[in-house]
């Protein structure tokens, strides 16, 4: 969302991203809040709109399992 490139984790087919470790440094600043709360939402890459799908309608990502979480 930030334009943090992940880290490529494992090897083969079992490859995969792993956004938290880069994010960690780049993202969780100060200015995190402002940079949330001026986000362009409307203006979202396709791309991005893609990677995000499947994580979103992830069943950890329900309402009643979010209100839970924090």
């Known amino acids: 969302m930030f334009g943090v490139a992940p ?4 090897t083969g087919k079992d490859k995969t991203k792993d ?3 880069p994010a ?3 993202v ?13 939402k409307d203006n979202i890459s396709q791309e991005t709109v893609a990677e995000l799908r ?3 309608e992830s069943p950890e990502y329900e309402d009643k399992v979010l209100k839970n979480a924090s």
């Open 19 to 21: 956004y938290w470790e």
């Open 28 to 40: 969780l600043t100060g200015d995190l809040l402002k940079r949330c709360t001026t986000f362009d």
């Open 24 to 26: 960690k440094k780049q």
């Open 54 to 56: 499947p994580i979103i």
């Open 7 to 10: 880290k490529t984790v494992g």
